[in-house]
């Protein structure tokens, strides 16, 4: 097992329900709901979770890949019609007490069902139409479900993975140029399919202070509370853009502002250290890898997580638009942390199994 | 197990590792930029963040001191402010907009389109204001259902207030927005757009005194603008507070005597001036003003046929009628055109030239001397008198009794007018007849007086010769309770004729009360002599009403105006009043009782006062020195 990534995602995971605690305890509501109590629940499930998967070969999970795929195309059909409406999106389905966002399963499902498809190919030879257009219909299937709902951040980061994992198999030279040339032409086509919110959100992100009221508040009161942060931070629970509510959805998709505020340089480095030692212990993972399954496995999870990473980042820096992305790990959120903390099982899971391979082999 | 690794997946190749390598390396840059936009962002532009967070977090809120209070002379109070309860929204924080636009706009009774579409149209982040004073049971409503409804809150902001209403409204005043051609003006002293400042009345007049200091506390705010706690607090600096020289329970009186008229009160001290009483009818009330009025209660102001907002008491100008002829008995004895005990025949006719001057009593009053032709209110006997003076004499008189020009009390005061030939030739160019002169002689022709002037007029007679000017404001209290400014009596002129001349005219004008053929004997008082004249005054020529019209039947505006002015005691005199009825259609004496009720009523309340001021003054004749110790209580 791989100690390292296990301590860098007991640490995150620590990260986040301090944090947690310190962007909520401003808000009477949810102190009173205890999230980071609940958070720290979460955790412990997924931990659990985590080790119970630990118990069988990944290979269980890849064999059962289109089955697991198949259900979660029917969960996203589902949700399309029943789906509990939050912020103006269907993106949950409720079961009793529990809620499951179903895109949280899309991802590993995609990353799942193209590991077993082309994991099963023998031949070293790059990718071709041919074979790709399987492939990318799988991916788009689910990312067209998720774009309806509408999630347009989830949706484009399971398209990216897809296309991580495609890259990392090898691709034609000309299958890359085709599709290059294909996504700058489709790109103004795109801009049109947007809805006005989503097109300002862009806009806002090259000129912020444009109306820093409006779509831009978000994002230059998150640029505020970071950069106000200065070195050393303003302390834990110190942070005034946090505690007087300048930021939005500061528990969930803006944490790393919080963090950034109130621990400071010291405080944001030191995490972005944490997920640089994760990423690097994924990738090491995928590397050594029993098989092609298990390293594309590695692989596209090791792209979720690190899209996931800089989107949010990269969102709380004012460098992206803003879209709903929680930073991993360390956002509050059941679903979340627990697929989480299940992909991270996976991960270890083909980091273990190359030693029975090793074994067999000696 | 193990076969699933031999048979289905071939180990990983080395191109696929090269490019997980590839992966690690593009990954790593992308972090690498991050840690770039974090350096820049937290160590070199961190300084100016921290800035902008503490601009972000740090408000200055303005802060209003409450305005000084307005009291009456005894203490009673006239004018506070009390605290009004606004309903703001902060959009942002509202779960579900559109069920709390319907809540707001049926407790506050607008119309849901109209407010759901202004919230829509507002910043999401700032308050909005709902509505500006709302009840206190919405608000007691508002804060029991304060969970349900995030997003909504209530503010107190501080508003005038005048518990007694429409009572002395008047001469309190109003207090409006600040116009723009103002804020011009009173940009360097401390006002903004939308502050409160007084437009009418003494609060308008004394706006410099009653205004409390404005400034700026420091608070830590909440992104949605709510103040979490204060920095720097502001030591508030409040308005000083000012006395005026109203007897309120005494201008309550008058107000209810006067209810249902329309006209003016008006009760001064005459030892210096000092107004007691003020009343102008019909009045409104200041409280609609308070918080900015309402379009409708404007426009009903502004459309109303009678003039509510009008001040008569200093603004309305009107022909004085008969007690013109307290001028005219001045400039007669002054000028020695008669002397007080000679009589003239009254037949109740005075031909001149072509036209006949009617007296008010058909048949006339018989041999009358000056005293009796004031009890009596004679009319030919002022024909005669004010033929044999001219125009020019008796305009000399009545300016030296403050007549045609205003006394000085308020600055949106009327003067009045004292028609003469130079007046009559600048106006119509057209010189004057002496025809005219013979109108003017009973108050008649072109002359107007303001019900000001009619009091200050009366108490000047009743002091003996003393033309003060008439004031309100009694001091100017600040907050700690010392003295800013404390009001002396202004003379405005001393009347040069002889004291024996005033001894006459007030014997007749207390003819007027207590003789037997007096004019306004219903005035009487059992214990107290008191001296006074009426007027009626005819507001168009006869000749175009005919005389025997019920004054019902003629349109108002062609009803006589209806003039008491008495003072009393008749020998020390402590109160001075003059009434006015507009358009009444009733003679002068209607109104004397209401005199008698007023004088009574005042003079027993300070009975004590004025018996210990007698015991220096009666019977003595004032001197002719400005500075009058004797003659202020």
Known sequence: ???????????????????????????????????????????????????????????IFTRWAYFFYAIVIVLLIVVLFTGQVVYGAKRWLVFGPLRLQPSELARLAVILVL????????????????????????????VLLIVRQPDLGTGFTVFLIAGAMV??????????????????????????????????????????????????????????????????????LQGTQSRLHF??????????????????????ITVLALFFIFILRCLSAALNAADKEGTLLAVGITTAFFLYIIFNIGMTLGLMPIVGIPLPLVSYGGSASISSFIAIALVLNVGMRRKSLTLAFG | MKEWHFNSNPATSDALKRRVVIFGLCFGLVLFGLFIRLWNLQVIQG???????????????????????????????????????????????????????????????QPYEELYNRTRNANPFRPFLIKADISRKTMAFLEEHKPDYPGVFVQVTPLRRYPSKEQASHLLGYMGEVSNRQLQRLKKRDYRQGDLLGQYGIERTQEKFLRGQSGFKQVEVDAYGRELRVVRPFVEKPGNDIYLTIDMELQKKAEELFKAHEGSIIILDPSDGAILAMVSKPSFNPNIFAGGIEARDWKALMQDPLKPLENRAIRGQYPPGSIFKIVMGFAILNEKIAHPREKIRCHGLFPFGKKIFRDWKKGGHGPIDF???????????????????????????????????????????????????AWKRRRFKERWYEGETISVSIGQGFNLITPIQAANLIATVANGGYLWK??????????????????????????????????????????????????????????????????????????????????????????????????????NPAIAIAILGENAGRPGSFFAPYAKELISFYLEKNEKNILASSETTAGKPLSANDNVPGIRR
């Open chain 2, 371 to 421: 005293v009796q032709s004031l009890a009596q209110s004679c009319d030919v006997y002022y024909y005669i008198n004010g033929n044999k003076l001219g125009i020019e004499r008796i305009a000399h008189y009545a300016r030296m009794f403050g007549m045609g020009s205003p006394t000085g009390f308020g600055a949106a005061e009327k003067g009045g007018l004292v028609p003469s030939d």
């Open chain 1, 167 to 236: 890259l990392a198999v090898g691709v034609k030279r000309r299958v890359i140029l085709a599709i290059g040339c294909l996504a700058i032409a489709s790109a103004p086509l795109g801009w049109f399919f947007l809805k006005e919110y989503q097109r300002r959100r862009i806009l806002t992100l090259f000129n912020p202070d444009a109306d820093p009221l409006g779509a831009g508040y978000q994002s230059l009161q998150s640029i505020i509370a970071v950069g106000s942060g200065e070195i050393w931070g303003k302390g834990l």
């Open chain 1, 247 to 268: 930021l939005p959805e500061k528990h969930t998709d803006f944490i790393f502002s919080v963090l950034s505020e109130e621990l400071g340089f010291i405080g944001s």
């Open chain 2, 47 to 109: 300084a100016k963040f921290r800035t902008l967070s503490e601009d972000n977090r740090i408000a200055y809120r303005l802060v209003q001191s409450p305005r000084g209070m307005v009291f009456d002379s005894r203490g009673k109070l006239l004018a506070d402010n009390r605290a009004s309860f606004n309903i703001y929204l902060t959009r942002e924080n509202v779960n579900n907009l559109k069920q709390t636009i319907r809540l707001l706009a049926e407790i506050t009774e």
């Open chain 1, 1 to 59: 097992m791989d100690w390292l990534l296990v301590l860098a995602t007991l640490l995150l995971s620590l990260t986040g329900i301090f944090m947690i605690y310190s962007a909520i305890h401003s808000n009477p509501v949810f102190l009173k709901n205890s999230l980071h109590l609940k958070q720290a629940l979460w955790s412990s499930i997924g931990l659990c979770i985590l080790l119970f998967i630990l118990f069988f070969d990944y290979h």
């Open chain 2, 470 to 571: 008439p004031y309100l404001v009694k001091k100017v209290l600040n907050p700690g309770g010392e003295t800013l400014f404390e009001s002396q009596p202004q003379l405005i002129r001393k009347i040069p004729i002889a004291q024996e001349i005033f001894q006459v005219v007030r014997e007749g004008l207390k003819e007027v009360v207590h003789g037997k053929r007096g004019t306004a004997k219903k005035a009487q008082l059992p214990n107290i002599l008191m001296a006074g004249k009426t007027g009626t005054a005819q507001t168009v020529d006869l000749k175009y009403t005919g005389r025997k019209k019920k004054p019902e039947e003629l349109p108002r505006k062609f009803r006589d105006h209806s003039w008491f002015v008495a003072f009393a005691p008749y020998e």
């Open chain 1, 115 to 142: 590991a077993r498809y082309f994991g099963s190919r023998g031949e070293e030879e790059p990718i071709g139409f041919k074979e790709l257009i399987p492939a990318f219909a799988l991916a788009i299937a689910p």
